[in-house]
């Protein structure tokens, strides 16, 4: 088991910047690459970007390139998503999520292919 604890969410204007962290638990970290994801009210569920194990690989949507940033510190077993030019758009509650190191390239992209969800952490971007 891994348990993921997502923290930073909040309110911020238009154009601002969030980070937000999610910690981990149980297994070792190490082993799994990781993905956020996020969901507006009556949306599904959205790819945002992923990271590889070892930090060596990073995935962005469309929708956020350029703009979103993952990172990973596995002495700490923490990943980051660092958030700049944030738009209304953006608002969703964010879940960082753990797959499998057997797990890569554009399969990450896919929800069902991830092993352990945190609860999520809203954000909303005010205009």
């Known amino acids: 088991q891994v348990q993921l604890v997502e923290s930073g969410g909040g309110l911020v204007q238009a154009g601002g910047s969030l980070r937000l962290s999610c910690a981990a638990s149980g297994r070792t970290f190490s082993n799994y690459n990781m993905g956020w994801f996020r969901q507006a009210p009556g949306k599904d569920r959205e790819f945002v970007g992923a990271i590889t194990w070892n930090g060596n690989g990073t995935y962005y949507a469309d929708s956020v390139q350029g703009r979103f940033t993952i990172s990973r510190y596995n002495a700490v077993n923490t990943v980051y998503l660092r958030m700049n030019s944030l738009k209304p758009e953006d608002t969703a509650v964010y879940y960082c999520?753990?797959?499998?190191?057997?797990?890569?390239?554009?399969?990450?992209?896919?929800?069902?292919?991830?092993?352990?969800w945190g609860q999520g952490t809203q954000v909303t971007v005010s205009s």
């Open positions: 999520a753990a797959a499998s190191s057997g797990t890569y390239g554009t399969s990450l992209f896919s929800p069902g292919k991830y092993d352990y």
